[in-house]
């Protein structure tokens, strides 16, 4: 029972961290982006290249830190896939999601995501190949914290809960002390007063791509990191995300946060009560429940 | 060329038979605007139901029940039709992206359900149906075969009658109204959530019959059939073919599902082994292309929606914040 | 015609005698329908083509050489049922390979190959739909699959539980209709051979983690663990099971006979782990096909399905040479029980093997194909049994720990059924 509550603590960390760009792209732009977690996936890919790259050119980096299975080439691989999936992320909207903005209507961004997902997807299976990726094939061992109950932990886990809660209390600086945080609240309240205002409508949203895609990608490296890495695992993340960004309400940042933990525990918590075979439906169970009691969410706005 | 006439009389029944889905969905997302991520729960639950209700009974199974195949068809319907009674209760009244994310989830858990619930279902295996109507009759053959096209071009044609008649009934021109603007709408007294509510449901059992025929053709279907997939399948020719235009649906479908088989034969007949191999991942890619490229450049679709009614500046849908932003 | 038939056939097996294995003027098609596009797939695919290719260095089948047309069915069982009726109907095809998910195999079945008459012959699809089916008489004997090793396997993983001592077993299956079945088989299995079954956990698809259901098999603390799952979540489960400090007491479905599977959990974590498989009989020549295929891939033939795909394609081959030629697909399905008689002359699988065969059937006797999966036999309904094998991982691939015969392991099932 505890073990399942802190497993689904530690699996909440990086659905957190995918839904908080999820939850800030669909307050600003309105529309359930069904791509964002394939962004996760080429964060991965790309760690994974270039953790290749660094270890044979610089082998010292190819040493791990501490008890971690992470080494010095991996840690460098995350801020350069980050920046990386940040720019695709805003290329993705300039080419894409920005034309068929101005084209047609918001439900059909909705559908053009669904295109987007299946084309990054199936691209990445004919690059990398379809069967699954390890950035190490070392496996790790939990400690065990405690023997009654049996609880284990592995350092890894720790890492990744610790580097995802600094994050977010980094973009949680940014968003309430800086002034471009306030300009992006502004932006998502309402776009054109805050043109009016002179906030540069065109540079939030980008900035909101590349906050989302960073983000995305740390998220798809520190899942890879705990599991591994395929080229459907946006496929078998959308969901999850989604109901995390719900059950938070869409638009709310620390709601992203609490949803992504509350539905990394539920779904872990789940299997108590449920056969096993029935868990995919775990996360849309969450949304219906919540969406029945607070219909926007728990820190959502009504909104039209 | 009798294998051609033999494969093209095949081909048809299964297009004919999406066509029926995607005519039910034109009439939820094309003329009253709710957007559904779970086409497949309808289709899945009109499949599993006529099967549960007209097939034979097996061991270990619930189901079976060998009802006279018509009603065995006309309750796959019903449960689709209740099956989204209760999702549009639940879900109609949320923010249409909320919507689309929620009926999403309702098909991811359906084929959950189908997949583990195997005293009712058949669990992973599926369950096999029934003998087809009418096949001690005519045999298996190629004139059966025939003969089900016709009966399924003819549910067509009756679907097709009815969606028309409906768009330019007054319960149809209701329905554009609260789709272009609720809050008019609801000024004029009209009930916005249950009018939805009521094309949801029949959109449904459209899309719920296609699943019964499907499975009818069959007489087999597993959880394989409900996965994810088709829902994207079955939106693609919608929105390739025109959406609010009932005739560019059709036409969509069999665009859509001829250029899916087709590129699988090309590729089979004219791609070296070595490319064969990835023809799956290369399909995909080309259909995401597809629609990415249907809605950049024509997102009216082929065959765009008429505009039955005189109202001037009919065409734009709800000016949303969005569009100011660009 | 049924004389005419045969002569045919002897006519163009001493033709084939004469020209020794010189290409054929004509050509046969046959079709296959398998989901090239899924990781476990590819290979599948492969391994038949190369089937193929062996027979069309010994001179071909029917007096023909033969293509193979090969579709994907992307597990999509609408795509497998037009492939497969494309194939049919635009190809002329008498026999069909395919499919592997029994969800794609099943419609195909009912819809295209029974009422067209064409034969159908399975790797993959474990589903015991198919025997019910044919037992109401619905496939007309056009239904065979090579898949042994359901029944087999799960009687088999008792006895290794039992044998090894372990008092309790947590299972994880694939939440598919071949780990269903296992599942409930194995479950039955281990209560009969007195092994306690402390937990039985569905792995589903396409999950981001498997770590709950890992801990729920954890918590049980058994003495071992049985895995019916594929390479690709079995290695993420079993990654998480170890790191977790679960016991590395395996026993391993042949499903996980994979080099992919060895290599990202690490050999140093498998050396308790001992698998199940089906085996060829204990005959020299029966290494036929593992020699044939590590010439030509490189490496062993480990990977789900790989030696059901080899023998499918194999047997069908075989049955269409004792057809002779412009046999019809039912003609075909009758002949496969002339090669794989079990009173006939034992002929290896490789070309050597089918040369042999051929001239065997030429003569008008009958064959016993000792293929990659065994000694293969059909019973009525086009199921297979098998003698089995219990394998672990080594450097180089795997290797042979125990080797039941065929008699063997039918009285092992008839202890368990007690």
């Known amino acids: 029972m505890i073990q399942h509550l802190v497993d689904g603590i530690l699996v909440g960390s990086f659905l957190s961290l995918g839904a908080i760009g999820l939850t800030m792209a669909m307050h600003i732009l309105r529309f359930a982006n069904f791509s964002h977690a394939e962004l996760l996936s080429i964060g991965a890919y790309c760690a994974l290249v270039f953790d290749k790259v660094f270890e044979s050119l610089l082998p010292i980096l190819a040493a791990k830190i501490g008890p971690l299975s992470m080494t010095g080439a991996l ?230 | 060329m009798i294998g051609v006439i033999s494969y093209l009389v095949f081909f048809s029944t299964i297009a004919a038979i999406l066509a029926i889905a995607v005519l039910g969905l034109n009439l939820q997302w094309g003329n009253t605007g709710l957007f559904n991520g779970g086409v497949v729960a ?72 189908m997949r583990n619930a195997t005293t009712v279902t058949g669990g992973a295996q599926g369950i096999r149906g029934f003998e087809r109507p009418l096949q ?65 449901v029949t959109g449904s059992v459209i899309i719920g019959l296609a699943g019964s025929l499907y499975g009818t053709f069959y007489a087999f279907v597993s959880p394989q059939d409900v996965l994810p997939i088709l829902t994207f399948q079955i939106w693609a020719m919608l929105i390739v073919g025109g959406a609010g235009n009932n005739k560019g649906a059709m036409a969509g479908a069999f665009l859509i599902w001829g250029s899916w088989t087709f590129s699988g034969w090309a590729l089979s007949r004219f791609a070296p082994v070595e490319v064969q191999l990835y023809t799956g991942s290369i399909q995909f890619v080309l259909i995401g292309m597809v629609i990415v490229g249907m809605l950049l450049w024509r997102p009216q679709g082929l065959f765009p929606e008429r505009l039955v009614v005189s109202q001037p500046g009919g065409g734009s849908r709800g000016k949303t914040q969005a569009e100011g932003l660009t | 015609m049924k004389k005419a038939l045969v002569f045919a056939a002897v006519a163009a097996g001493m033709t084939t005698l004469s020209t020794g294995v010189q290409a054929q003027d004509c050509t046969i098609k046959i079709g296959a329908a398998l989901p090239t596009s899924v990781d476990w797939g590819r290979p599948i695919a492969e391994v038949a083509q190369f089937a193929v290719d062996q027979v069309n260095e010994a001179g071909g089948a ?245 030696a059901n795909s080899y023998d499918a394609a194999m047997i069908a081959l075989l049955a269409m040479e004792a057809a002779g030629k412009d046999a019809s697909g039912a003609d075909i399905a009758a002949a496969v029980a002339k090669v794989t008689d079990p009173n006939g002359t034992a002929v290896t699988a490789d070309t050597a093997g089918f040369k042999a065969a051929k001239t065997t059937l030429a003569e008008g006797g009958t064959v016993m194909y000792q293929g990659a999966t065994g000694n293969v036999r059909f019973d009525a309904n086009g199921d297979v049994s098998a003698p089995a094998v219990v394998w672990k991982f080594t450097d180089s691939g795997t290797e042979e720990v125990e080797y039941l015969s065929l008699t063997e392991v039918d009285a092992f099932i008839a202890s368990l059924k007690k």
């Open chain 1, 75 to 304: 840690a460098i691989s995350i801020v350069l896939s980050a920046a990386i999936t940040g720019l695709s992320a805003v290329l993705i909207d300039r080419f894409i999601f920005q034309r068929v903005r101005q084209k047609g209507e918001e439900l059909s961004m909705v559908f053009a995501s669904f295109g987007m997902a299946l084309i990054i997807r199936n691209i990445i299976g004919l690059v990398f190949g379809l069967s699954a990726e390890l950035y190490s094939k070392d496996i790790a061992f939990a400690m065990i914290l405690s023997r009654d109950p049996l609880l284990l932990v592995k350092p890894d886990q720790v890492f990744v809960l610790i580097a995802a809660l600094i994050l977010m209390f980094a973009l949680h600086l940014v968003l309430s002390r800086t002034t471009f945080g306030f300009s992006l609240r502004a932006v998502a309240e309402n776009p054109s007063l805050a043109q009016v205002h002179g906030v540069n409508l065109k540079c939030m949203i980008a900035a909101v791509w590349i906050i989302g895609g960073g983000l995305g990608a740390v998220a798809g490296i520190f899942y890879g990191l705990s599991y591994q890495i395929t080229p459907v695992m946006g496929r078998d993340l959308v969901l999850p995300i989604f109901a995390a960004t719900i059950v938070g309400g869409i638009g709310s940042v620390y709601g992203a946060v609490l949803g992504g933990f509350i539905v990394g525990i539920a779904s872990n918590l789940a299997l108590v009560i449920l056969p096993s075979g029935y868990s995919p439906s775990v996360p849309f169970l969450m949304i219906l429940a919540v969406l029945l009691v607070r219909p926007n969410g728990l820190f959502g706005e009504a909104r039209a």
């Open chain 2, 42 to 113: 309808s289709f899945g639950a009109g499949a599993y139901g006529t099967l549960i209700l007209g097939g034979t009974p097996q061991d270990g199974h619930w189901g079976g029940f060998e009802l006279y195949y018509p009603l065995a068809l006309l309750g796959g319907m019903i449960f689709a039709g209740v099956l989204a009674w209760v999702v549009g209760k639940l879900t109609l009244r949320l923010r249409h992206d909320y919507l689309a994310i929620a009926t999403f989830g309702v098909a991811v858990a359906f084929e959950n359900v």
């Open chain 3, 62 to 306: 029917g007096g023909c050489s033969i293509e193979m047309v090969l579709r994907d069915t992307q597990v999509d069982p609408k795509v497998g049922v037009d492939a497969a009726k494309a194939l049919v109907d635009l190809e002329g095809i008498k026999v069909l390979l395919g499919a592997v998910s029994s969800g794609v195999s099943m419609p195909i079945l009912t819809s295209v190959t029974v009422p067209a008459g064409v034969m159908q012959m399975s790797c993959c699809s474990s589903s015991t739909a198919f025997t019910k089916l044919s037992e109401e008489g619905k496939t007309n004997g056009l239904w065979f699959r090579t898949f042994a090793t359901t029944g087999v396997q799960s009687a088999m993983g008792a006895k290794v539980a039992a044998d090894k001592g372990w008092k309790s077993v947590a299972i994880l299956y694939k939440n598919d209709d071949w780990g269903q079945d296992m599942s409930r088989l194995i479950a039955a299995d281990f209560a009969a051979a007195g092994v306690e079954v402390t937990a039985n956990v569905a792995i589903n698809d396409a999950q981001p983690s498997y770590r709950a259901e890992v801990t729920e098999a954890l918590t049980s603390q058994p003495d071992a663990l049985y895995l019916a799952l594929y390479p690709t979540e079995g290695k993420s489960a079993v990654r998480e099971w170890i790191s977790l400090g679960g016991t590395q007491n395996m026993i391993l479905a042949n499903s996980l006979k994979s080099d992919e599977f060895r290599d990202s959990v690490g050999l140093q974590y498998l050396g308790n782990a001992l698998g199940t498989d089906t085996a060829s009989p204990r005959v020299e020549s029966a290494d036929a096909f593992k020699a044939a295929y590590e010439a030509k891939f490189g490496s062993q033939p480990n990977g789900p399905g790989l």
């Open chain 2, 136 to 200: 001690s009759l005519i045999g298996s053959g190629f004139t059966y075969n025939l003969m089900f096209l016709i009966a399924v071009l003819t549910c067509l044609a009756l679907v097709y009658v009815f969606l028309e008649r409906l768009t330019v009934s007054p319960f149809g021109r209701l329905l554009r109204a609260i789709r272009e603007d609720e809050t008019a709408a609801r000024s004029l007294g009209k009930s916005p959530d249950k009018v939805r509510l009521a094309a949801f």
